[in-house]
């Protein structure tokens, strides 16, 4: 997270469960506006 960048091509490798869990880990100490706005995830496995 440190060191974010621009991704525009993927591949179609599943993240593991446990990448998964530790970036949504991650992602609940990002800052919000004030911390008044509601978090909303969405975990999507396959499309």
Known sequence: MNKRRSVRKFTNTEVPEDVMR???KASLQAPN??????WEFYWIRNL
């Open 22 to 24: 530790k970036c949504l």
């Open 33 to 38: 506006s004030s911390n008044l706005q509601p």
